[in-house]
C-alpha cells in the first residue's frame, strides 16, 4: 500500500501543484478586487465566498455571481480565472487518466489484492511454481479434491489462461519472477498454512533455486521438484528437497518394469487414474527381441540405461551423436524418420520401436514410417505438447509418453493419497502373479471403471466414532469397517491393500487384524464405499449398529424417553421385591419359654 501512495504522489505532484496555486492565485483576485452592492457601496468577497465560486466556475457548473453583481474588473479576473482553472483540471485528469494506465502502479495493485487473497486463505494451500501443462494439470486435479493452490508463473498469457478455466476453488494467481524470494513470499511462502511448495517449471536452474529458497524460508514445508537432470537432483537432493521427480526416469522404469511385470504396470495405471476413468487395457510389450530407440538424448539415455539391465537387444539412431554421446550398443548415424535409416538399424525383426526425440513432428513420422516397414511393431511415442495430442491419438501408438503428465501424475498421487505412493513402491518387489490375482479381485469389484482410492487413520480426525468408544472395549477389527453401515451382513465393495504402521507396513493385511490407534490403512473399492466406510468412522450410531447389531436411540426426546423408561422399570422392580418378602409376625405368649 505505501509503494502504491508513493507512485500516486510521485505522478501527479505536479498536476496537484498547479490545481493548488491556480486556486489560490484566483481565490486571492476575487478577495482583493473591489465590487458594488445593490447601493453602489464597495465590497469585498471572503475567502469562503471566493472558494465557493471558484469551485462551481472550475468545474463549469455555473451558479451565476455572488453575493452581487460582479463588476467590469471582477468580470475580466473571472474570465481569466475560468481559463486558467479549465486547463489546469485537463491537465490534471490526464495525469490522472496516464497514471492509472501506468504499468508500474498496475503492477503494484495486482500485487496488492494478489496477496491480499492469499492472507485470507483459511485453509491449508500448495503453492505452485509454474503453470505449464504440469501445473495446470494439477491445479485441477487439487481443486477438483477441494484442496487450495496458489499459483505463481513468469507468463502473463498462461496466468489468463487460469483465470479463464472453470476451477471448483478460486486460485490467486501472479505473474512474478518466481527466481526471487520476494514473489515467493508475496505468494504465502512463510505462511503457517502454506503446506507445500511445487517447483514446475521447465528450467532446472529455476527449480532448484525455488527448492532452495523454500527450504531456506519455510523449512517445515514440503519441498517438490520436477528436473530432468542427474547433477540439478543431486544439487536439490543436498539441501533436502523431499521429493524430486524426473520424468524421463521415472518412464523408463515404468516401461522397463511393463516389459517384466505387466500386471504390476497395469495395477499402478487403474489406482492411480483419475476417479470416473474407464478401467486401461493391458499394454503387453515384448520382453525379447530387438529394440529400436531413436533419439538419445535424455529420455533416450534414460530408457538405455534400464533396459540394458535386462540384456535386451538395442540399437539407437541418433542424429547428433557428437552432443549427445554414443551408446555402447549399435550405433546408427540419422534423424530415423527415412526408411533407410530405419533399415540400417534392423527394423524389419525389430519388435519394438521408440520414438523419443524432442520433436513432435519428428516422433510422428517416426512411428509411421516404421509400422509402414514393419506392421507387427510395439511403439512407444513421446509427446511434447499437449496441442498435438489429435495427431498423437490419429497415430494409434501402443504407449505414448508425456513427460509433463507423467510428473502431474506421480505428484497428484502423493498428495491426493501419499499412501498410494507406498504402495506402489512396495508392490514392485512382489510377483507379477500377485499383481495379476490383485487385478483380477479389483476388476470383480469395480466392472469397467477405476477404482476409487482413499486412506484413512485410526485418530480423532478420520476416526471419530472410533475414539469415542468406551474405554474398556476393544478396537475393531479390519473387517468390521468393511461392513455395510445400512446392512451389516453385506460387505462392501473394497479390498484393503495396505496397512502402515510404527513397526512398518504391510500389504494386504488379513482382514481379521485388529486396529490400532494411530494405523494408516489404504482401501480402494466401488465409487459410494468411501462414503459408507467414513459415515461408519465418524457416525457413532453407525459404528455401534455395524459391531453390535443395535443402535442406541437417537436424539434429545427418544435418550429422555429412554431413561424415563429405565426408571419406571426400576421403580417397578422395587415395588415388585418388597411386597414378596415375608412378613414379621409377633410372637405368641408361652413361646418364649418353650
Given at each position: 500500500m505505501?509503494?502504491?501512495?508513493?507512485?500516486?504522489?510521485?505522478?501527479?505532484r505536479?498536476?496537484?501543484?498547479?490545481?493548488l496555486?491556480?486556486?489560490a492565485?484566483?481565490?486571492?483576485?476575487?478577495?482583493?478586487?473591489?465590487?458594488?452592492?445593490?447601493?453602489?457601496?464597495?465590497?469585498?468577497?471572503?475567502?469562503?465566498q471566493?472558494?465557493?465560486?471558484?469551485?462551481?466556475?472550475a468545474t463549469?457548473?455555473?451558479?451565476?455571481e455572488?453575493p452581487?453583481a460582479?463588476?467590469?474588473?471582477?468580470r475580466?479576473?473571472?474570465?481569466?480565472?475560468?481559463?486558467?482553472?479549465?486547463?489546469?483540471?485537463?491537465?490534471?485528469?490526464?495525469?490522472?487518466?496516464?497514471?492509472l494506465?501506468?504499468?508500474?502502479?498496475?503492477?503494484?495493485?495486482?500485487?496488492r489484492?494478489f496477496?491480499?487473497?492469499?492472507?485470507?486463505?483459511p485453509?491449508?494451500?500448495?503453492?505452485?511454481?509454474?503453470?505449464?501443462?504440469?501445473?495446470?494439470g494439477?491445479?485441477?486435479a487439487?481443486?477438483?479434491?477441494g484442496?487450495?493452490?496458489?499459483v505463481l508463473d513468469?507468463?502473463?498469457?498462461?496466468v489468463?489462461?487460469?483465470?479463464?478455466?472453470?476451477l471448483?476453488?478460486?486460485?490467486p494467481a501472479?505473474?512474478?519472477?518466481?527466481?526471487?524470494p520476494?514473489?515467493?513470499?508475496?505468494?504465502g511462502?512463510?505462511r503457517p498454512?502454506?503446506r507445500?511448495v511445487?517447483?514446475?517449471?521447465s528450467?532446472?536452474?529455476?527449480?532448484l533455486?525455488?527448492?532452495l529458497?523454500?527450504?531456506?524460508?519455510?523449512?517445515?514445508a514440503?519441498?517438490?521438484c520436477r528436473a530432468?537432470?542427474h547433477p540439478?537432483?543431486?544439487?536439490?537432493a543436498s539441501f533436502?528437497?523431499?521429493?524430486i521427480?524426473d520424468?524421463?526416469?521415472?518412464f523408463?522404469?515404468?516401461?522397463a518394469?511393463?516389459?517384466?511385470?505387466?500386471?504390476?504396470?497395469l495395477l499402478?495405471d487403474?489406482?492411480g487414474?483419475l476417479?470416473?476413468?474407464?478401467?486401461?487395457?493391458?499394454?503387453?510389450?515384448?520382453?525379447?527381441?530387438?529394440?529400436v530407440?531413436?533419439?538419445?538424448?535424455?529420455?533416450g539415455?534414460a530408457?538405455y540405461?534400464?533396459?540394458?539391465?535386462?540384456?535386451?537387444?538395442?540399437?539407437?539412431?541418433?542424429?547428433?551423436?557428437?552432443?549427445?554421446?554414443?551408446?555402447?550398443?549399435?550405433?546408427?548415424?540419422g534423424?530415423?524418420?527415412?526408411?533407410d535409416?530405419?533399415?540400417?538399424?534392423?527394423i524389419?525383426?525389430?519388435v519394438?520401436v521408440?520414438?523419443?526425440?524432442d520433436?513432435?513432428?519428428n516422433?510422428?513420422?517416426?512411428?509411421?514410417?516404421?509400422k509402414?516397414?514393419?506392421p507387427?511393431?510395439?511403439?512407444?511415442?513421446r509427446?511434447?505438447q499437449?496441442?498435438?495430442?489429435?495427431?498423437?491419438?490419429?497415430?494409434d501408438?501402443?504407449i505414448?509418453m508425456?513427460?509433463s503428465?507423467i510428473?502431474?501424475?506421480?505428484?497428484?498421487?502423493?498428495?491426493?493419497?501419499?499412501?498410494?505412493?507406498e504402495?506402489?513402491?512396495?508392490?514392485?518387489?512382489?510377483?507379477d502373479?500377485?499383481?495379476?490375482e490383485?487385478?483380477?479381485?479389483?476388476?470383480a469389484?469395480?466392472?469397467?471403471?477405476?477404482?476409487?482410492?482413499?486412506?484413512v487413520?485410526i485418530?480423532?480426525?478420520?476416526a471419530?466414532a472410533?475414539?469415542?468408544?468406551?474405554?474398556?472395549e476393544?478396537?475393531p477389527?479390519?473387517?468390521?469397517?468393511l461392513?455395510?453401515p445400512?446392512?451389516?451382513?453385506?460387505?462392501?465393495?473394497?479390498?484393503v491393500l495396505?496397512?502402515?504402521?510404527?513397526?512398518?507396513r504391510?500389504?494386504?493385511?488379513?482382514?481379521?487384524?485388529?486396529?490400532?490407534?494411530?494405523?494408516e490403512?489404504?482401501f480402494?473399492?466401488?465409487?459410494?464405499?468411501?462414503?459408507?466406510m467414513?459415515?461408519t468412522?465418524?457416525n457413532i450410531?453407525?459404528?455401534?449398529?455395524?459391531l453390535?447389531?443395535?443402535?442406541?436411540?437417537?436424539?434429545i426426546v427418544?435418550?429422555?424417553?429412554?431413561r424415563?423408561r429405565?426408571?419406571?422399570?426400576?421403580?417397578r422392580d422395587g415395588?415388585a421385591?418388597?411386597s414378596?418378602?415375608?412378613?414379621?409376625e409377633?410372637p405368641?405368649?408361652?413361646?418364649d419359654?418353650?
Amino acid at each position: 500500500m505505501d509503494n502504491i501512495v508513493f507512485l500516486i504522489f510521485r505522478r501527479m505532484r505536479a498536476p496537484l501543484l498547479a490545481l493548488l496555486v491556480t486556486y489560490a492565485v484566483t481565490m486571492a483576485g476575487l478577495v482583493v478586487i473591489p465590487g458594488e452592492d445593490a447601493a453602489g457601496n464597495p465590497v469585498h468577497l471572503g475567502f469562503f465566498q471566493a472558494l465557493y465560486f471558484i469551485s462551481y466556475t472550475a468545474t463549469t457548473i455555473g451558479y451565476g455571481e455572488i453575493p452581487h453583481a460582479f463588476t467590469g474588473a471582477q468580470r475580466i479576473w473571472v474570465t481569466f480565472c475560468i481559463y486558467a482553472t479549465v486547463i489546469v483540471w485537463l491537465y490534471s485528469i490526464g495525469s490522472l487518466i496516464a497514471l492509472l494506465q501506468d504499468k508500474t502502479l498496475q503492477r503494484a495493485m495486482q500485487e496488492r489484492r494478489f496477496g491480499r487473497r492469499v492472507r485470507n486463505i483459511p485453509d491449508p494451500f500448495y503453492l505452485i511454481c509454474g503453470y505449464g501443462q504440469t501445473g495446470s494439470g494439477l491445479v485441477r486435479a487439487l481443486t477438483d479434491r477441494g484442496q487450495r493452490a496458489v499459483v505463481l508463473d513468469s507468463s502473463a498469457e498462461r496466468v489468463s489462461l487460469l483465470k479463464l478455466e472453470s476451477l471448483r476453488e478460486y486460485v490467486p494467481a501472479l505473474r512474478a519472477d518466481v527466481r526471487h524470494p520476494d514473489s515467493l513470499l508475496l505468494a504465502g511462502l512463510r505462511r503457517p498454512n502454506c503446506r507445500g511448495v511445487l517447483a514446475l517449471t521447465s528450467d532446472n536452474d529455476v527449480n532448484l533455486r525455488i527448492a532452495l529458497a523454500a527450504k531456506l524460508l519455510h523449512p517445515g514445508a514440503t519441498v517438490i521438484c520436477r528436473a530432468d537432470s542427474h547433477p540439478v537432483e543431486a544439487n536439490m537432493a543436498s539441501f533436502g528437497t523431499d521429493h524430486i521427480y524426473d520424468p524421463f526416469d521415472t518412464f523408463a522404469l515404468y516401461f522397463a518394469t511393463a516389459l517384466q511385470a505387466p500386471c504390476l504396470t497395469l495395477l499402478s495405471d487403474w489406482l492411480g487414474e483419475l476417479r470416473g476413468s474407464a478401467l486401461q487395457e493391458p499394454a503387453h510389450p515384448p520382453p525379447y527381441g530387438l529394440w529400436v530407440i531413436c533419439g538419445y538424448g535424455r529420455f533416450g539415455k534414460a530408457l538405455y540405461n534400464h533396459l540394458k539391465q535386462q540384456d535386451i537387444e538395442l540399437v539407437v539412431i541418433e542424429a547428433h551423436p557428437e552432443r549427445t554421446g554414443k551408446p555402447d550398443c549399435t550405433l546408427v548415424h540419422g534423424p530415423g524418420t527415412e526408411a533407410d535409416t530405419l533399415e540400417q538399424a534392423e527394423i524389419h525383426r525389430a519388435v519394438g520401436v521408440i520414438a523419443g526425440t524432442d520433436n513432435d513432428a519428428n516422433n510422428l513420422s517416426i512411428v509411421m514410417t516404421a509400422k509402414a516397414l514393419n506392421p507387427g511393431l510395439f511403439t512407444v511415442l513421446r509427446e511434447n505438447q499437449l496441442m498435438n495430442r489429435e495427431l498423437f491419438d490419429a497415430v494409434d501408438a501402443d504407449i505414448i509418453m508425456h513427460p509433463s503428465l507423467i510428473v502431474a501424475h506421480r505428484i497428484r498421487m502423493l498428495l491426493g493419497t501419499p499412501l498410494l505412493t507406498e504402495f506402489v513402491h512396495d508392490a514392485r518387489f512382489e510377483s507379477d502373479a500377485w499383481a495379476c490375482e490383485l487385478i483380477d479381485r479389483v476388476a470383480a469389484l469395480v466392472h469397467d471403471r477405476v477404482p476409487d482410492v482413499w486412506q484413512v487413520r485410526i485418530d480423532a480426525e478420520d476416526a471419530y466414532a472410533l475414539m469415542r468408544r468406551r474405554h474398556d472395549e476393544p478396537l475393531p477389527k479390519i473387517e468390521d469397517l468393511l461392513r455395510d453401515p445400512r446392512d451389516r451382513g453385506c460387505k462392501l465393495p473394497a479390498i484393503v491393500l495396505m496397512r502402515s504402521r510404527e513397526d512398518g507396513r504391510t500389504l494386504l493385511p488379513d482382514s481379521s487384524d485388529r486396529l490400532r490407534k494411530g494405523d494408516e490403512l489404504l482401501f480402494c473399492g466401488r465409487s459410494g464405499a468411501r462414503s459408507s466406510m467414513l459415515w461408519t468412522l465418524q457416525n457413532i450410531h453407525a459404528l455401534t449398529y455395524v459391531l453390535h447389531g443395535a443402535s442406541p436411540p437417537r436424539g434429545i426426546v427418544w435418550e429422555w424417553l429412554l431413561r424415563l423408561r429405565h426408571r419406571r422399570r426400576e421403580a417397578r422392580d422395587g415395588a415388585a421385591t418388597s411386597s414378596e418378602q415375608p412378613s414379621r409376625e409377633a410372637p405368641v405368649d408361652g413361646d418364649d419359654g418353650a
